[in-house]
Each structure stands twice: as C-alpha cells, then as structure tokens.
C-alpha cells in the first residue's frame, strides 16, 4: 500500500463516517437561505476555491458567472456535499451545516440540484423520472409498498405540462431529445418541490425558443425558492438578472464582482478578466 | 412470453413427476428416477440465477460470491439431514461419524438447533442473510462499487470455504456432509421424496419470481434501477443508495440459501466445494447467457446452460469448461440481452 493510496481511504473512510444522513428542516429567520464563508478546496494542488464568500436570501433568483475554472461547478459540488471543502463555512438556513451532511440528507433538507450535463434515469419511462423524483418518504421500505396518491397523480400530469413532455410521458427518458432530457431534469427538480435550486448551465443544448421558456419558467419560481443559476450563456443571464437582481462574478476561485446585470459588466476588473472587451 | 415460460414451468415440474411415478419402468412414456433428481437440481439452480439476476441486472451489482449463501442454506440443512441419520452411521453414535472420528464426545454449540427441521432450516436462512447485511453494509457504506465489489466478494467465498475445509470449524472438514438417510423420519432415497423435492423446489422457484417480480415493478425496484444508471444523482434525489442496495443483497442471498437448502437432500452431498470460486461464476454465466435484468432470462439460463452441461460431461467431459467459456464469450460478444433477447429479436 502506498501512502497515497492509504490517505486517499482515509479521506473516503472520514467522509462515509462523519456525515450525518438526517438533519431536519432549515430555518430561514433571518432572511438567508444560503449562506457561504470563505470557502477554500485545493485538488491535487489547484486552488479551485479560494475563499468564496457570498449569501443567497430567501426567495432570491441569483445569477453566478464566471470563466471556465473559475470554480462555479466546484461550489455546488460543496454545497451538495458531493465535495468536502478544506475550510470554511456552508450554512443552508440559519441552523443547517452543510458540511456535515450527506449528499442524500442535503438533498432532503430541501436542496435540488440541476447538472450541468443532464443526468435522468434512461432505462426509466418519463413518468417514472417524476415519480421518483416527487417529494415524500425517501426510506428503502416505504418504497417497497409506495403507491401515487391522487393529489401526486395529478401533481405529475401538471409537472409533465409544465415540462411540455405530456406526449412523450410513458416513452423511456433514453430515447428523449438532449433538450427534452434537460426540461425533464427541470421537471424532477421541480418534483422534488425543494426550497433551493441549484441549476448548472440549464440551458445548455436548448433551442433558442426552449431557453426562453425556461427563462420564463425560472422567473415563475422566484420568490417560492430561492435560485442560483450558473451559466455561461449571457444573453440568458441578462434575461434572468434583468436590471434589478443580483449578479455574482466568479474568478479564480472567489467572488470577483457583485452587483446588478449593468454593475457589473461596468466593473474594470470584470471586463478584464471576463467579459475581455 | 412471461406467462408462457411461467406456465411452462410448472407445467414441467408437474409432469416430470407425474411421467416417473404413474408409468411403471420399462414403459416407453417412464420418466426415470435421475431425470427427476436433475430437475430438481435445474430448479435449484434457477433460484439461484434468478436471485444473482436481482442483484445485477437491475442493480448493477454483480457478486461472485453467491456461490457462499447457496453453500451456507446448503450447510445448515446438511447438519439437519447429519442429525436425522441417528445410530445409523458407521459408528453408530448419536453423533455425526465425522466428530466421532475426531474423537468428539458431544455436539459443538452451534448445532444446537440441529434436531429440529423448522429451526434448522431458520437458521440456514438467517445466517445468509446476517452475513449479507453486514458485509453487505460496510461494502456499500463505503462505496466499494463495480469490479471492485465482485473481486471481494469473491474472496468472501474463497475464505470461508478454507474455513469450512478445516475440521475443527465443526463443518466435516473437506468431505462436508453425506450419507443421508432421511428427512424429517421419512427415507430420502424414496420415489415419492424425490418426486416430492422436486415439487418442492419447483414451488420455491416460482414464489421466489413472484417475489422478485413484485419487487422490481414497484417503486423499490425502480429507484433500484435507477442506482443502477446513475447513483450520484438518486443521492441528490434524497435517498440513500446504502439502503437500497443493502436489501436488495439480503433478499438476493435468502433465496441463494434457500436454494441450497432445497438442494442439499436431493443431490446427497454438501461439501466446501460449493463455495469454490468455479461455483459462484458459473452463477454468474447462468445469468448473463439467459438474459440480465429480465427475470425469467435467467431461469432459462440456468436450464440451458445446465442441460448443455448434462449433456456434456457425458459425451466430452474434459472439454466443457472450453465449452462453458466459449458460451461465455459468444453471448457477451452476440447476445448482450442473452437468450431472452434472441427471442425477442425474432418476435416482432
């Protein structure tokens, strides 16, 4: 056994040990659902956060830019537990900490993640995507006997209409579109009904008509959660932020620039490193 | 197709029987007594397929180690069956003639279940499934996925079956258990138990499908599933993947050990070869050349793969480990969905 070998089982061994799987409901007193501190992860190395700080309020829609490696996926990764960062502070409400929480628990917390590369179900029909996905006991047993309620019979049709995916409802999700197996991913999001959504470049491979709707569907969604929405797409983050909203500029592993949409693309450094004009 | 192959069976399982009691020998339609026997074996072993087929096909886990649980029902039944021989032995002692051998003057503790048939054949369960599920939760806690997971199931197996090969472990050592007499007061080597195993394990298999079927359309099955194509993302769904793959393994290896333990009274033997490695793969073959992830693949596996074998090690015994490997190759390379799928392809 070499000592890589032996400090790499460690660290798997420290993160499957110490993490909580059941947590509870998040308070949201004080007007914050997410809160970051100095956020610091280092792979093999590279600094890929470095020292990330920003909050996210209650019923906000946050736009989070930033240039390839400038840490946008790594952040989520931490706040979903899929990461563990070296140090700082993750806090979901005011009471949960993320950082000692398992992917499955942070999820259940109410915390829904959209990837950057669409991740559904393929040998799973689109209905079956949903019915996994709708919010309620998460137990191995449960699951055994579950059966839809008819309040999440019809939660389901509505989610497959608000999706536009109603035709293609009993087809298998292997056989849909890139586009459609991104609104589906929506859709599960949107199942799982959780207090904050995380979405990866969610529009990346839309159609110039789906990215509208999407934009339109996003905006919708706004003040019953709370949104951060990483993307590389401008033109769709210019939708999204509007002229009122909040725009967080990433580069380098921490918060470059803060602001609204016209703020921040006036900010020097921000042209500089990022807009390049 | 599903029905059919149901039907078909039963329908086997019945007849078999029926042909070997109801005609006398020497009629053209009389089945004889070894056809009865391989078919119960061919049952036995469908189980098996199935339980192995529950694990992999629709959770991606693929354990070379089923041979063990198999082995384990097959043990606990065998200290029944030891037990039922009474002063019959060779060195007529209420012991088994093993541990009078080794100069025992009473039964070890963990045989003391070994009078009753009801509380033994608890325990060839029970022990299964506690193994499982603790070795079962360590591995899938820590993640252990893929070739990693099949490689130490395998050494599971190969450790106990050193440990069953020792005399002292109270296990008969290397020549394992033989020479039953009868079960439950009744001779074992009677047409009408024979015929009554049979049916007995042909019942099992089919309850056991039942079971796996009712479990793979429910919800449980489908989460299965979807662990199976994408874990990360049914743990940002919120459930925990441990939980799922823990009872799915554990199910899995109480229908391995039942089948073992239907299987120990009708072939006569059980010994620590059953926990070679050579066992626990060739599970794993049964499955894959009928068909991963369609439940009665690999039922239809296990028969084929099993009659190819029959005929096999009669006509060129040396030859059918090529034969087996051969096979092997041949569906993962042409058959990827096995015969279930051939079937398919030619049905519109």
């Not at chain 2, 029959?310 to 040396?318: D, G, I, L, N, Y």
Request: charged share 15%.
């Amino acid at each position: 056994m070499t000592p890589d070998l032996l400090d790499a089982g460690a660290e798997t061994r420290s993160r499957a040990i110490t993490r909580i799987a059941t947590a509870g409901e998040p308070i949201f007193n004080q007007g914050v659902a997410l809160y970051v501190e100095d956020l610091k992860v280092a792979f093999d190395g590279f600094q890929a956060l470095g020292g990330l700080s920003f909050t996210v309020g209650v019923g906000e829609l946050r736009c989070v830019i930033g240039p390839n490696g400038a840490g946008k996926t790594t952040t989520m990764d931490c706040i979903t537990g899929k990461t563990r960062p070296d140090s700082g502070r993750i806090y979901f409400g005011s009471n949960l900490d993320l950082r000692t929480m398992n992917e499955a628990a942070i999820a259940r917390a109410g915390i829904g993640r959209k990837f950057q590369k669409p991740t559904v179900f393929e040998a799973l029909t689109v209905a079956e995507n949903l019915e996994l996905a709708l919010a309620g006991n998460r137990s191995a047993r449960f699951a055994m006997r579950a059966k839809l309620s008819g309040e999440q019979r019809d939660r389901l049709a509505e989610l497959v209409q608000t999706v536009h995916l109603a035709e293609e409802r009993d087809r298998l999700a292997g056989l849909l579109s890139h586009g459609q197996k991104q609104w589906l991913e929506i859709g599960m999001l949107l199942a799982q009904d959780p207090k904050l959504l995380l979405l990866d470049e969610p529009v990346a491979g839309m159609t110039d008509e789906e990215t509208e709707r999407t934009a339109e569907l996003f905006l919708s969604l706004e003040g019953k959660h709370s949104l951060v929405v990483v993307e590389h797409d401008m033109s769709f983050v210019a939708t999204l932020a509007s002229t009122h909203r909040t725009v967080t500029v990433l580069h380098e592993g921490k918060t470059l620039a803060e602001g609204t949409m016209a703020t921040v693309q006036a900010d020097e450094k921000v042209i500089e490193v990022y807009l390049g004009r | 197709m599903k029905k059919t192959l149901l039907l078909a069976t039963a329908a086997l399982v019945l007849l078999v029987p029926f042909l070997h009691l109801a005609f006398p020998a020497g009629h053209p339609l009389h089945l004889s007594e070894f056809y009865v026997g391989l078919l119960g074996k061919f049952l036995c072993f469908a189980i098996c397929a199935l339980a192995l087929d529950l694990i992999w096909g629709f959770g991606g886990i693929l354990s070379l180690g089923h041979g063990l649980f198999f082995a384990l029902g097959g043990y606990g039944m065998g200290m029944y069956l030891m037990r039922q021989i009474g002063r019959d032995g060779q060195y007529q002692s209420d012991l088994p003639d093993f541990m009078v051998f080794l100069n025992w003057k009473e039964l070890p503790w963990h045989w003391a279940l070994s009078d009753s048939l009801v509380g033994q054949v608890i325990l060839a369960l029970a022990v299964p499934a506690l193994l499982a599920a603790v070795f079962g939760f360590f591995a899938f806690r820590s993640r252990i996925q893929g070739v990693y997971f099949s490689i130490i199931t395998q050494a599971l197996t190969v450790a106990a079956m050193l440990l069953f090969f020792r005399n002292e472990t109270g296990f008969g050592g290397n020549n394992g258990f033989t020479d039953f007499k009868r079960i439950a007061g009744m001779p074992l080597n009677t047409p009408g138990m024979k015929v009554a195993l049979c049916v007995a394990s042909g019942a099992a298999l089919i309850a056991c499908y039942l079971v796996a079927r009712a479990l793979t359309q429910s919800r449980w099955g489908r989460i299965l599933q979807a662990i199976r194509d994408a874990e990360g993302r049914v743990r940002f769904l919120g459930y925990d993947p441990v939980a799922f793959k823990l009872s799915a393994y554990v199910i899995s290896a109480v229908m391995c050990a039942l089948a073992g333990v239907l299987y120990v009274p009708q072939v006569g033997i059980i010994n620590p070869s059953e926990m070679s490695p050579a066992a626990s793969i060739e599970m794993a073959i049964w499955a894959a050349v009928g068909g991963r992830g369609t439940l009665i693949g690999p039922v239809l596996g296990a028969f084929f793969v099993n009659g190819t074998k029959s005929v096999f090690t009669v006509w060129w015994p040396e030859g059918w480990l090529y034969v087996l490997g051969a096979l092997f190759i041949a569906v993962t390379l042409f058959l990827p969905a096995g015969l279930v799928g051939l079937v398919r392809r030619f049905k519109p």
